[in-house]
């Protein structure tokens, strides 16, 4: 994990960046989540949830392929933040990343927001 700058991880093809919005944590993947770099991903959801902010917004707007193998992070913390009595919300899915979802029928397990602004005001 990159140190480097506070908030963020980078491994060539995934940069993930944290910040705290209200009650709510916002993670932003950028690039490609897949078996190589979803725990890029997966360490900062944990962390979060570890600090006691349970509502994760996961911020795809940035987010251009996502394998199996990230689908099965998003669902793991996704129980983690519900056991916890939040959640996990889905925003700004590109159609490429909104796919998997739907072949998989994960997006019904999931609040998919259109943009992370209307994210942002669900909460």
């Given at each position: 994990m990159d140190r480097g700058t506070v908030g963020s991880a980078n491994r060539g093809r995934l940069l993930v960046e944290v910040r705290q919005e209200g009650a709510s944590a916002v993670v932003t993947p950028a690039g490609e989540l897949d078996h190589h770099t979803a725990d890029l991903l997966r360490e900062p959801l944990d962390e979060c949830l570890t600090n006691g902010l349970s509502r994760l917004i996961v911020?795809?707007?940035?987010?251009?392929?996502?394998?199996?193998?990230?689908?099965?992070?998003?669902?793991?913390?996704?129980?983690?933040?519900?056991?916890?009595?939040?959640?996990?919300?889905?925003?700004?899915?590109?159609?490429?990343?909104?796919?998997?979802?739907?072949?998989?029928?994960?997006?019904?397990?999931?609040?998919?927001?259109?943009?992370?602004e209307s994210a942002l005001a669900a909460e």
């Open positions: 911020d795809c707007s940035r987010l251009e392929f996502c394998d199996s193998t990230g689908l099965n992070v998003l669902l793991g913390a996704r129980l983690k933040a519900e056991a916890a009595g939040g959640g996990v919300h889905l925003a700004g899915m590109l159609p490429v990343v909104a796919r998997v979802f739907e072949i998989t029928g994960a997006e019904a397990v999931f609040t998919v927001h259109e943009s992370l």
